[in-house]
Every structure is written in C-alpha cells, then in structure tokens.
C-alpha cells in the first residue's frame, strides 16, 4: 500500500502521481494502449494519418477528462449519479425525437460542436446509479431491491433498443447486471433470471430487427451466405487465421488493406490487430485488458465503502465484458453485435467515455483515507 | 425504503463481495480460456487452412499465353507469322452509363454488327469482373483512328493489342501451312488444356495442326494482387510465357509459287520433292483458298462459299486426291517384272492395238489403235504400250503386281507430316476379297497393272515413286519440317531425314533399264512425251506420263477431241519426272483433273517446275540453311 498521506508534498514520481490522484499501473496500461491503437488504427484505416490524429486528439481528451474525473471525491459520483443517469434518459428521449440517422439507426446527438451518442453515457451512469442505490442498503439486496435496480437499468435499456442498438444495450444491462452480481444477488435468483430470459428469448427473437435476426442467423452458420450476412465473420476469420503464430507484420495485413475485411478500423479492428501481430500479438493484449481488469478489481476490494466497491467491480468487469464481446463476436464465438475493441477502435465517445470509467476508478483508488498506525 | 436501514454488518459484506469477486474471477478466467482457445483453434491449429484463403482472397492469377511460333520457308521467307491487331473490349463495371447504350453509341464510330453483340453477351457471361470483354477481335487502322479520336466519350471501353496470324503466301502454300482457327468443343476434348489457359487459337490445318504442340509454347502467369473487387492493383509475380517453336519448312517458297503459276487456270495438284531427303520442295493443290479468312472465324458466308465451290478449294488434292495413277506407275511394273524375272528387257514382244484374255472375247485396248508392233521393254515405257504391259502383268500377277506397288508405297499413307493423308488403294486378292467380297478376276489384273481399276495414289505418292526410282530405291519419307527454331536463342536445330525402307534389287542394272527408259520418255523422238517436254533441255529429265480414266468413260474409249467430252468426264493428266538423271536433285508428280493427255498437259507443267527449281540452285548458289534463316524478318520483303 501507498504510505503517502494526503498533505504531503511529493517527493517521488509515485508519489506526485498520487498527490494527483492517477494511479500509476492503470495509468501506464491506458497508455499503452492508447498508443497501441494509433498503431493498429494506422494500418487498419489504410495509413490514413488524419483518422490516427483524430484518435491521438480523442485519446489525448480523454487522458485529460480521466484526471479530471479523478480529482472528483467518490461520494460525488454516488451522489450524482442518479442525476447524471436522469440527464441521460433525457438525451436519449432526445435522441429518439430528433437524432441523427446513421447507417440506419438513430444513435446521434449533434450538439452543434459535437456528436455524440448519449447511450455512452448510460453506459457509465447505469452501474453508478444501482451501486449508489445499494450503498445504504444491507446486503445481499432482497427481491424488491432487485426490482428496482431492474427498473434503473431496464428504462434506458429500452430507449435504446429503439434506435436501435443492440450491442450498446446489452452493455448496459451488463453493467447493471455486474453491479448487482458484487451487490450478493442470490445465485438462485441469478439462476432464475438466467432462466426467464432463455424463455424469452423466442419473444426478443420476434422483437429484433431483420438485420439483426440476420445477424445471429449468420453467427449460428456463417458459411450459409459468404458473400452477404456471413461475409465480415468470414473474412475476418480469415484475417485472424491467417496471422499465425506471429502475424504478418504491421502495415503487411492484407485481409484489411485490400478491403475484404469490412469495418477495419472500428468494431473488426480486432482482426486487423491479430492477422499482423499473430498468437503473441493477441495474448499481449489479453495480458494487458486482463492486467487493467485485474487492477480494477483490486481497487474495488481496496475501497472503503460499499458504492465504490459496486462500482470500481462493476466497472471493471463491463470493462472486460466489452473486451472479451468485441473479440468473441470477431473470432466468430458470438454473434455480430456493434461493440467496438475497448480503447482501441476508432470511436471517440466509445475512447471518452470508458476513460472516464477509469478516471472515477483512480478517484475510488487516491482518495481513500489512510489508517495510520 | 427506509425501513430497509437496518445496521449494516461490514464485515459480512466485505467477505460477500471477497467472494463475488472471487467468483468473477473464476467466470473471468474461464471466458479469457475459451476466447484464447478460439484464437489457438484460428491462428495455429487452423493456421494453414486460413492462410490458404487468405492467399486466394487476395491474389489472382492471369494466364499469360504464350506467342505462336512462326513457320519459314527453306530460305526464310515468312509462311505464317503473328502480327499486331486491335481489340475493341469493354469492362463493364468502369462504363458509367448502360453497356447497351455504350455500344450503340460505339456503333457510331466502329461498326459493330448483331453477331458481334451476341458474341460479346456471350463472352461477358463467362468473364470475371474488371476484366475486359472482347467486343470486336480485330479492329482496322482506321476503326482504331477513329476511336482513339473519341475515347473520351468511352470510359471503360479500351483498345487492347494484341498478336493474330496472318498467312504472307495465301493461297499459294495455304495447303501446306494450312490455319488456325478458334478453339471447339471438340479441341478442348483432345488438347492439355492447362496449356491452352488463355489460348483462344489452335491449328486447324496444314502445319499449324500437325506441329501445333511445338509451335504453341506454354503459357506463363502473373499474379495480381486484388482488392475485394477483383480491381488489379499490381504485379505481385510473373512467370514468362515459352514461347512456341518457330518451324522452318522444306518448302521453297518460289518454287511453290511458280509451281501454283503452272497449273494455271485447271485443277489439280503438284508435289515437288527434294529426292535426297525427302524435303517437301512444293506442294500445291489447286484452287488454294485465303487461309487468314480462318483466324478469327470464317464468316458462314464464306465458309459455305468455300464449300459449295465446284473446284473445292479446302480439299488437299495433293495429300488426300486419290488418282488411278495410270501409266505413270509402268515403271514400277517393269521393275517389278524384272526383279521377279518373268520378262527379258530386250526381248521384243508384239504390239496390236488390243489383246483378248483367254474364253472372253473382250478387248484391252492400247490407248493407241494401231498398236505399237513389235517393241522391248525400254520402247514399251517410252511409247507407253498397254498391250506390253497387259502381257507383263499376265506374266507378273496379281500377288506381284500387289509386292512392287507396295514396295513403293503404294497403298499405304507415306507418312509426310501433314494431316489427313489418304492412303490410296493398291489392290490385291485379299484387298478385293475384304471390300468387295468377290474373287480377284484376270482382266483386272491387265488393268491394274497399267494403273487403272481399282487402283489409286495421291500424287504425293507419285512424286514418292519417282524419287524411289531417282534414288535407285534409297529414298527418304517425305516430310515439310526442315528445322525448329527456338525462339529464345534462335539456334536452329535441323531435323534428321528419314530413310524410307530401301528397295533392294537382286540386279541393281535394272534400275538403269527403266530410269533409261523414261529418259527416253522425253529423249527418244518416239517418246510420248518428247514433242512436249523434251525440247531444249537443260538437264536430262526421266520421266513418264499417265491418264487416268474418269469413272463413268467406257474403258480406253478416248475420245479423239478433248473439247467434246463434259469436262467432268474427262481424263486426269499425269506425269512423274525427276532430274538431274545422274544427280537427281527434284522429283515430281503432277495431277492435272480432267486436263486429258498426260504428256501433251501434266508433262510441261512438271517441265516448268523442274526447270524453275533447277535454274534457282543454278542461278544463285545458296549456302546451307542455317547461316540463311539468320536474320529472317529482313529478308521478307527480298523474297518477296
């Protein structure tokens, strides 16, 4: 543990990070990674340096945005979080009103300085509310409890399927769902909703969009339609198969610069990474998604109250979900579902918005308060 | 939700969450497992088969076919070469408007007809996005003019050059070189087509057909790298294309040409020799045609025209024409009746104008009424008395008869490379007996041994008699190949001759018996060919007419006046020569159809080429053919 207390001026570079509430190993991950994706972007988009500038401004937002939520107190977060949930179901209303179409789904606020897609901030405001909701109860929550979390995640959850967006709702009952998982949900009510929602899964089924019915289609027999439904999960197979044990290189991919792998350089970014870096490539990543999931959740158990616990844990595993559903869906383990590569697709609320998850992260992990003994 | 704040344990809660993150972590642990197993399954286990599409995905291979060699005359001149065309293709996906509605506007500038649409639907079909299809295959200076003037207007439509065949000597050697043509159906049954990818010709005819597998080459490739639209980015790997074998023939080319001239305006056919190798100097069959009408597919007006024509230009008389060789095959008589030693030389036997067989009062007539009276053998080859010969085969036989004439070849296809040689038919008891059922009869052997009845030979087999009998029995299989050309080095490499099995004699004198007998053919003031051929001679000249009945004539009823029987009906002129006597340098047969005397119409004919041939190696000497085909293209226009 850090023996600095609060006051202290710095004397070490550890130290002065502290005094500034980043905390140095995710610090140094989200670099990493940060840097790690202007590379892959470089080569997936083509050597086009504009969409890596872009990346770099974004990042570079977003690194700024992560230290200024750090500075925040905790007991901030928990106290305004229900507000910032609130503003998002408006924006989302909002965005169902009068949204920006793209590709065929409404998904766009345009603020006139900005776009930008109001669900990312579900995203972080979802998780939030239900662990400032739990904060004060006594825990394991009990079945009313559930409900109402139910309730705080379901509301946008259906704003968003109207878009709609599937992949960006799942991440939101995900989130939620993760909340109440750390919060002692009963295994058997877990069993229980597990098992309600496979009976439901014919009424979502009948509920999809044909896009997306087509999608899950594709995903239980990709080789029924190569060169239509099926083609990215095909293609992008390819591009990973292809990689080998070392991949082909930066910049020597061919699946992505030639154009067969659709979406290179966002939600197929993946394929793009492990068709030039190989086996090795993949598991440097998978080190370093699994290194910051691993801190996240020591910060969790670090924590000093039941909301930051909640919520550093919840964070977290989204964190993880995101990664591990992105790279599923484009090594064909999961069905196609618009999900970028977390930190590394070109995308910037997606960048923004789960580097502000780590900015209240930090804040959970600096501020607490030292036993000295 | 007030009443829910009961105190809260912490510590109970703090080991509730150790757990659940402790469970997390396991459920965590076990979806890294299974997502790194998928990316194992993909990236190593899969490795090889995913490569594989990768590499397909992205590359493509284009054929690169390969170019024709070309065929040379013995002195080099050009008999068949490649030359550049323009080609008129579109690639659909660049046309920004209709391809229908480019072509109509094309067809203002370059003519393009129904057959070429449907042809270009046709082809479009079968052809790969981004890649150009043929519209029109060969564009005139003109069409191309035109276009290039206009191509702005024509996004996606482009002119591609190319190589296509083209014949210098047409006509004159179209039945030696003969063409090629569009590969078939029925083609791509025989060839290998994997070295015919890209290929869109074949040899039909002629040399192009017998040495296609040398003059083709082998096709080479290059892969191209693609985009996932097929459009060509760049050249990732070539491997050149062999060129074809460029073939250098026997034929003199002028020789040939003179040869096709003396025909003049009859039908018929000639075939020139060289007797010391068989070399195929010229052949011709009269009419020729224009074998370039053929490379980029005959028209059906043209081909119908070609096949309705009563001359019947596509028939190789020379090769597939089988003739009753008629007198011309005496000689061969005479040599076989004097190896089998049935009759003496000098020994005068009695001439009438017809004898009758025994318990038949039919008459075999000499072509000459009042006879011949009393002659040798060397008078009965000169005068060419039937009667003589009619006694000889008496004495000869039918199985004699049959062991000569095939000794010479006669009966059987001489084996010259070039397709669809007839064999003719040199009749014998077991030949009648399988084709016609019937016994052999006595009378027919009085006619086959003057070369009618069932008896019949190409002239190739003629000229291959007389270069037998030039020889002395040591003649060579006729053949049009003299050398292959590599087309990379240029050095030549002379094909060997090949002997045809000799004629051994039991008295090597009798060759000179008939040899001197034919000379006197032309030579002695009775001979029947003096008055036409033996005037002036440069060179001692054997050789020895025939006339072969038309089916349908009564036998030997010749009419006096030529003019009055239906051309159809009348005689084929015949004759065979060879010369230098002592030193033959050529040997020929000439077949003029319904033309009459043999002597008095094929005689000077064979007189003419002989003496064109012979006063060429007179006139100017020419070195050995491998230092003349050196630098080739630059003697075109010379011969020429």
């Known amino acids: 543990m850090s023996s600095t207390t609060e006051h202290d001026t710095p004397t070490t570079l550890s130290g002065w990070l502290t005094y500034r509430r980043i905390d140095l190993p995710l610090a140094v991950a989200l670099v990493c990674c940060g840097l790690l994706s202007l590379f892959v972007l470089y080569s997936a988009s083509g050597r086009s340096q504009a969409i890596v500038i872009d990346q770099a401004i974004r990042l570079g937002i977003g690194l700024v945005g992560m230290i200024t939520l750090a500075q925040v107190p905790p007991h901030w977060y928990r106290l305004g979080a229900p507000w910032a949930y609130g503003l998002s179901i408006l924006l989302l209303v909002g965005v169902l009103v ?48 559930v409900l109402v979390a139910g309730l705080i995640m379901g509301i946008p959850v259906a704003l968003i399927v109207q878009q709609p967006d599937l992949g960006t709702a799942l991440l939101i009952v995900a989130g939620g769902s993760f909340t109440l998982f750390f919060a002692g949900l009963r295994w058997r009510i877990i069993l229980l909703l597990i098992a309600v929602g496979a009976a439901a899964l ?7 969009h044909d896009y997306q019915q087509q999608r899950v289609l594709t995903f239980l027999n990709p080789a029924s339609d190569p060169l239509g439904a099926g083609y990215h999960i ?91 559903v992105n790279m599923g869906m484009v090594a064909g383990l999961l069905p196609v579902v618009g999900v970028p590569l977390p930190l590394i697709s070109f995308g910037g609320t997606s960048m923004v918005m789960l580097l502000a998850s780590f900015g209240v992260l930090m804040s959970i992990h600096t501020h607490r308060k030292m036993l000295v003994t | 939700m007030s009443g829910d704040d009961a105190i809260k344990n912490h510590g109970a809660e703090r080991r509730l969450f150790l757990r659940r993150t402790i469970a997390a972590g396991v459920i965590l642990l076990v979806l890294v497992g299974l997502l790194l197993a998928r990316i194992y399954y993909l990236q190593v286990a899969k490795h090889g088969y995913y490569e594989t599409r990768s590499q397909d995905n992205r590359m493509r291979v284009e054929v690169v076919p390969p170019v024709r060699g070309l065929i040379y005359s013995r002195h080099g001149q050009l008999l068949a070469n490649n030359q550049p065309a323009y080609q008129l293709e579109i690639v659909p996906e660049q046309v920004a408007e209709s391809v229908k509605s480019t072509l109509d506007r094309l067809d203002e500038i370059v003519t393009i007809t129904e057959a ?143 040869a096709y001239d003396a025909l003049g305006d009859k039908d018929g056919a000639i075939v020139a020799l060289d007797p010391e190798d068989g070399g195929v100097l010229a052949l011709v069959s009269k009419p020729g045609y224009n074998s370039d009408l053929f490379v980029d597919g005959i028209s059906h007006k043209n081909y119908a025209r070609l096949l309705n024509n009563p001359h019947k230009p596509l028939y190789n008389r020379a090769l597939q024409g089988q003739y009753p060789p008629g007198s011309t095959i005496k000689p061969v008589m005479a040599i076989g009746a ?36 009393w002659i040798n053998l060397t008078q009965a080859i000169e005068r060419s ?73 190409t002239p190739l087999q003629l000229a291959v008699v007389a270069s037998q009998i030039a020889e002395r029995g040591h003649a060579y299989e006729p053949h049009v190949l003299k050398a292959r050309r590599d087309p990379q080095t240029g050095a030549t490499t002379p094909v060997a001759p090949e002997a045809l099995s000799p004629i051994q004699l039991t008295d090597e004198r009798h060759w000179k018996t008939v040899i001197n007998a034919m000379k006197g053919v032309i030579n002695d003031p009775r001979g029947t060919a003096h008055h036409y051929v033996g005037m002036n001679l440069k060179y001692p000249i054997a050789g020895k007419s025939g006339s072969a009945q038309v ?90």
């Open chain 1, 98 to 145: 009068l949204g920006d179409a793209a590709m065929g789904a409404k998904r766009w606020l345009d603020l006139g300085v900005v776009r930008f897609q109001p669900s990312e901030i579900t995203k972080l405001a979802v998780p939030l509310t239900v662990a400032a909701y739990f904060h004060h109860r006594t825990l394991p929550p009990r079945l009313h409890e």
């Open chain 1, 202 to 208: 014919p009424l979502i089924w009948f509920n999809l």
């Open chain 1, 234 to 324: 095909t293609q992008s197979k390819i591009a990973i198969g292809s990689g080998g044990l070392f991949g082909k290189g930066w910049l020597n991919g061919t699946q992505a610069h030639l154009n067969f792998l659709p979406e290179s350089d966002t939600d197929f970014i993946f394929a793009v990474y492990a068709e030039e870096t190989g086996l090795f490539g993949v598991l440097g990543l998978v080190a370093l998604y699994g290194f910051m999931v691993v801190r996240g959740l020591f910060i969790a158990l670090a924590s000093q109250d039941t909301f930051q616990r909640l919520a550093a844990a919840s964070l977290s595993l989204t964190f993880f979900f995101y990664a591990f």
């Open chain 2, 116 to 258: 070429d649409r449907s042809r270009f639907q046709a082809r479009l079909r079968q052809t790969p996005s981004f890649r150009g299809t043929p519209i029109k295959l060969s564009l005139t200076q003109r069409e191309v003019a035109r276009f290039e003037v206009n191509r702005e207007q024509f996004p996606g439509v482009n002119i591609r050059a190319g190589l296509t065949r083209h014949y210098p000597m047409g006509r004159y050697a179209a039945h030696v070189v003969g063409y090629v043509g569009g590969i078939t159906e029925r083609d791509l049954s025989t060839i290998d087509r994997k070295r015919y990818r890209g290929a869109s010709h074949i040899g039909k005819a002629g040399v192009e057909l017998s040495y296609e597998s040398a003059l083709h080459g082998y096709p080479g490739s290059r892969v191209i790298e693609t985009n996932a639209s097929g459009r060509a980015l760049r050249q990732l790997d070539e491997s050149p294309a062999e060129a074809g074998q460029s073939l250098v023939l026997t034929l003199d080319a002028r020789l040939q040409r003179a």
């Open chain 2, 338 to 373: 004097l190896e089998a030693g049935v009759i003496d030389p000098d020994k005068r036997v009695w001439c009438p104008g017809y004898i009758t067989l025994p318990g038949s009062d039919h008459h075999y007539r000499d072509w000459k009424r009042s006879g011949h009276g």
């Open chain 2, 385 to 457: 008395s039937d009667v003589y010969f009619y006694k000889l085969g008496m004495k000869l036989g039918i199985d004699n008869i049959h062991r000569y004439g095939t000794l010479f070849g006669l009966g059987h296809k001489t084996g010259i490379d070039l397709p669809r040689e007839n064999a003719g038919i040199m009749p014998s008891r077991e030949w009648k007996h399988g084709h016609r059922s019937q016994p052999w009869y006595p009378g027919e052997t009085l006619i086959t041994v003057i070369g009618q009845g069932y008896m019949t030979a």
């Open chain 2, 551 to 640: 089916a349908g004539l009564p036998q030997n009823e010749v009419a006096p006046d030529l003019s009055s029987i239906p051309y159809q009906l009348r005689e084929h002129a015949l004759f065979i020569a060879f010369a230098p006597i002592e030193d033959p340098k050529i040997a020929v047969a000439v077949v003029v159809e319904h033309g009459g005397g043999g002597s008095s119409v094929a005689g000077p004919i064979a007189r003419e080429v002989i003496d064109s041939y012979l006063d060429s190696l007179q006139g100017e000497p020419r070195g050995p053919i491998t230092a003349k085909t050196e630098g080739v293209p630059r003697r075109v226009a010379a011969d020429s």
